[in-house]
């Protein structure tokens, strides 16, 4: 028996594109599918909505530490340009470092010179710093360092702080994950501009130091909690204590310590938050230290006689 040509039945389509005809069923879901569509499964092809609804029940890999598995460091490869671009704006903008450092209490002229606090100056003399309404200064000091024609260690300063994220932060991140590696980072540089600011306010102080020796002590303890051989740690934290000692006089040393102590807490609190409820612990960790610095702040600031705000 034959059919005649309006009996004919029409060629299945794909159901995202009716007008392609094809024979390719998702093996997931049973609906047609184009070429364009398929995405080849362990068992024949799926759609793309298999797939992606496949994608989400997957359980995501996690680094050591909790944080979800990257392939490429990219918290480190942006910290690093920010760093450079910044430094790019401060070699055609030579007042950034006054305008964005971590100092906590000085005055600006009539003509825009920076100034040591004075309470006896005229009005014309506008205070300035962290204790005058810019608490912003402690943490975008960290992304700002000194110029080649400074006549200590010059472009030294960025190129070492640098090379030392280089160093330290793709492991670290490896280990961590990306918002973890980052709020580590944050916290290290804002600890050490803190300590800056309780020891030394009139300090207008810049540099990735803080950040820079946070990850030191955090590189260290992360490589014993996973019992790694830990002669390249020991290796690195003695020469970071070196240079500590040794670049005191020409360097902001308060940034130094401040980053190393609050870097290694919550290197501590990450390393060692108990599996079962790991993101709480660390996550309240990092809120717990945030919020220590914010009251040290707000404590020195009432102590100079500022406001925040």
């Known amino acids: 028996m034959t059919t005649t040509q309006g009996e004919r039945q029409e060629a ?21 599918i184009c070429p364009d569509c398929m995405r080849t499964a362990a068992v024949g092809q799926q759609c793309v ?57 000085g005055m600006v002229g009539p003509d825009g010179v920076l100034f040591t606090f ?3 100056a005229p009005s014309a003399y506008e205070p300035v710093g962290v204790a005058y309404g810019e608490p912003y200064r402690l943490i975008t000091s960290a992304f700002l360092h000194l110029p080649p024609t400074d006549g200590g260690i010059g472009f030294l300063h960025i190129v070492f702080n640098l090379w030392w994220l280089w ?32 020891i030394d306010p009139d300090m207008n102080a810049v540099g990735a130091s803080g950040a820079v020796f946070g990850l030191t002590a955090a590189y260290w303890i992360f490589m014993r909690r996973i019992g790694h051989p830990m ?3 020991n290796r690195l ?12 006089g020409v360097t902001a040393w308060q940034a130094h310590v401040g ?22 612990v660390q996550a309240g960790a990092a809120a717990a230290m945030l919020v220590l610095l914010a009251v040290l702040v707000a404590v020195k600031t009432s ?3 500022g406001t925040l705000l």
Request: glycine letters at 12%; proline letters at 4%.
């Open 49 to 105: 909505d298999c797939v992606r609804e496949g994608n989400r029940t997957v359980r995501q890999g996690r680094t050591v530490f909790g944080g979800k598995v990257a392939v490429t460091p990219w918290v480190t490869y942006v910290l690093i340009a920010l760093n450079v671009l910044v430094y790019l704006g401060e070699l055609a903008k030579d007042d950034l470092i006054d305008k964005f450092g971590s100092l906590g209490i």
């Open 231 to 233: 002669d390249e740690a």
């Open 12 to 32: 299945p389509a794909c159901y995202r594109h009716p007008k392609r005809e094809t024979y390719v069923r998702c093996t997931r879901c049973d609906r047609y």
């Open 259 to 280: 980053g190393l102590l609050a870097g290694g807490a919550i290197a501590l609190a990450f390393a060692h938050a108990p599996r079962e409820r790991r993101a709480l």
């Open 237 to 248: 934290v003695v020469f970071a204590l070196i240079w500590l000692v040794v670049s005191a």
């Open 167 to 198: 160093r330290l932060g793709r492991p670290t991140e490896e280990m961590l994950g990306r918002w973890r590696f980052l709020a580590l980072y944050l916290l290290g540089a804002l600890g050490g501009s803190v300590l800056g600011y309780l």
């Open 118 to 120: 004075d309470p006896s």
């Open 303 to 305: 102590e100079l006689g």
